[in-house]
């Protein structure tokens, strides 16, 4: 399903038109990926046609869902994290063979999904949730195999959802009534199940009768703030502007931002996280201004495993992002660019990190241990 808008208007707050699917998990009138009815389809919004175009793909191959989290039609940690479920779910359904052959297509599934993009562990998270289901069911027969594993994944991504709604609840609470809110990248709904965790908590303080504005950061290189965030948030009438990344200072050192928040990609057990290009910077900006900055995550962010932000891997990716903004060249045809995706910021610039299990604040190694064993501290 596709909708157009007028070419070089500005798009879009069309609503209304119908969702793809039945019922989505996500809950909205739109989501980033869902499972069609079936469990042999994944349907995804195209997001880098957004905001211009609001086109669904559909998916039958693991090896497909694989190349749409590589070239982002799907992109933002949790997001990515349930798109690879998903995956898993259409390899179980298309392996109609014995339990050997099963497994043997299990792994290849797995490890094609795996190799994707390697930052954000919510990726690896839930193929190793999603895989160890799969691999319990190798003895069923075809149909059950598919369905089980299918009814795990629908599973992660319900829990997703109300993981966002639960971080949504508790970081509102540290927003104050009138603030501005400055937000990077875009950790909202088109990033996660639905509803958003950085988004999340600018709904909910929204939704609380909190009259906050929202100031979103571009994001070079692929502007997923100019053109996500801003799309969410216009659509839900939460006020918005967009401005580009080079003007956080500008705003900060005027005092028109009160509090900084953003979602992350990988949580290492220390607390350093690692988020989209240019939040390092923003951290240092707020660090100087005294402005309390944020990090809103589910725990399946969180890699107790990875002890600082040291260890977390940070996709390189094309250089052409960089040099073609959109298509178009920018920069001398000779001349070479770098594009690091992610940046790690320090647990030390951050006031706290925003979990459905609670938040850690201060951020530290014994903050987090303690959320590790905490029940979800709300339901939706
Ligand atoms: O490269 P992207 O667009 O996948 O990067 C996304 C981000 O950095 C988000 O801020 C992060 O994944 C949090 S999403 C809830």
Redesign the pocket.
Known sequence: MSVRYPSGGVPTLKTGHAHPHPEPVSGARYSAVELMPGNQRVLMLDQRRLPLVEAYETYTRAEEVAEAIRS?VV????A?GIAAAYGLVVAASAAKGDGASYVEAMHRADAVLRAARPT?VNLAWALERIGKEALAVAAELPLERADRVAEAARKLHREDVAACRAIGALGAARIPDGATILT????GAL??GGY???LGVIRAAHEAGKKVRVLATETRP?F?GARLTAWELARDGIPVEVITDSMVAHFMGRREIHVVV????RIARNGDTA??IGTYGIACIAAAHGVPMYVA?PWSTVDLACPSGEQIPIEERSEREVTHPEGTAIVPEAVRARNP??DVTPARLLAGIVTERGIASPVDEAHLAALASAPIALQS
């Open positions: 982002m992109r933002g940690a949790p990515i954000a990077h990248c875009n950790a990033a996660t958003g965790t950085a692929l997923q953003v979602g992350a990609d988020n989209k995550a995706a992610f």
